[in-house]
């Protein structure tokens, strides 16, 4: 089920040009691209967040 082949992915290509008409396509993938990217940006401020929190916790076990 996971194994597209180039004749699925044209065919779901072609019910998409359908569906959203050609116009419309790039405007949706840039706001796909610019989701992707909000999120990225997101899940590296929260693994900044948890390195400067085990930081602070290694650091006050230092002086123990």
């Known amino acids: 089920m996971g194994n597209l082949g180039a004749t699925e992915?044209?065919?779901i290509?072609?019910?998409?040009?359908?569906?959203?008409g050609a116009k419309?396509?790039?405007?949706l993938a840039k706001g796909l691209g610019n989701g992707i990217k909000e999120f990225k940006k997101a899940t590296k401020d929260v693994e900044k967040e948890i390195d400067a929190e085990e930081s602070s916790k290694s650091g006050s076990q230092k002086h123990l």
């Open 13 to 20: 290509l072609l019910v998409v040009v359908l569906l959203f």
């Open 9 to 11: 992915i044209i065919l």
């Open 24 to 27: 419309k396509i790039p405007e």
